[in-house]
């Protein structure tokens, strides 16, 4: 009786251990969030106070940037409808690679202004995003609305960690304050 009683004793212990770690990971999950939240709402409130000393790409690359930063991806691009209706890749991070640059992936810009929401792309191993020549490993894009119509797109490349769809919140709240502002 005593070793059945030391047994579920035990069992319960591992099973309070492992109902810590869930409810600990999930709390750091929470804060990060939060984190990232309040650096995107410094940002754009950085920005909107010094948005009219800027011209509009000036505009876009901060945006980005602090998109870039916030969500910890190597390094971005952001769209902006033109004259033509198109949505070319115009204005890139500063640390993007020379390989990427502006004409790149129209069919990935294609697909987030037929979708109209947040495409979200996590390869694994050796098999880089169909979209990209030259592969990227992981890509965020979030297509910016006005009205029902795209108006703007931001794409994120290659963090460390899957996107998920609260590092697509973010971006698209990025996105909409920096419609806004523009």
Known sequence: EKVASE????????????????????????????????????????????????????????????????????????????EDGRLPLRVWSQDTPEEFGPGLAGDFCGQLVRQLQPLICNCQGDDPCRYFEPPARRVLGVPICDQGDVCLILCLFDKEEDYTMADAEEVQQLGLDLWRIV
């Open 7 to 82: 047994e579920a004793l035990e069992r319960y212990r591992q099973n309070l251990e492992e109902l810590v770690a869930e409810r600990t990971r999930s709390l750091e999950q929470a804060n990060a969030r939060l984190r990232l939240s309040e650096q995107c709402k410094s940002a754009t409130l950085w920005l909107s106070q010094h948005s009219a000393e800027m011209d509009e790409d000036e505009v876009l690359r901060f945006g980005l940037e602090a998109g870039k930063s916030f969500s910890l991806s190597a390094f971005g691009a952001v769209g902006l409808i033109d």
